[in-house]
């Protein structure tokens, strides 16, 4: 399985913005998908992920509420809408997968995207 991640840019703090994870593969539909981001001088972490079937999600508590989750495996693909959107989320944006469940440790994932970068500005 490949990750390519895409839709990240540059939005006004309030603003919404959809990002996309397009995996290759096909054993895309018996992976787990997690959202991370990294902002400049900070660790990578977790925002959130959701299992194969999509009735498991996860979200971190700085995101619950704003953020989406979804997945489309008809299209390989993996979305995070993002709501209400703060200067706090300006970061880069990665999709990683797994097997089976949803973790939410950088070292539990092997598999990678790009990253995508959003900016929120105030």
């Known amino acids: 399985v490949q990750l390519q991640a895409s839709g990240g840019g540059l939005v006004q703090a309030g603003a919404s913005r959809r990002l996309s994870c397009l995996a290759s593969g096909r054993a895309f539909n018996s992976y787990s998908v997690a959202w991370f981001r990294q902002a400049p001088g900070k660790a990578r972490e977790f925002v959130g992920g959701?299992?194969?079937?999509?009735?498991?999600?996860y979200y971190a508590d700085s995101v619950k509420g704003r953020f989406t989750i979804s997945r489309d495996n008809a299209k390989n693909t993996v979305y995070l809408q993002m709501n209400s959107l703060i200067p706090e989320d300006t970061a880069v944006y990665y999709c990683?997968?797994?097997?089976?469940?949803?973790?939410?440790?950088?070292?539990?994932?092997?598999?990678w995207g790009q990253g995508t970068q959003v900016t929120v500005s105030s």
């Open positions: 990683a997968a797994r097997p089976v469940a949803v973790r939410s440790l950088v070292s539990e994932y092997q598999l």
């Open positions: 959701l299992t194969w079937s999509g009735t498991t999600i």
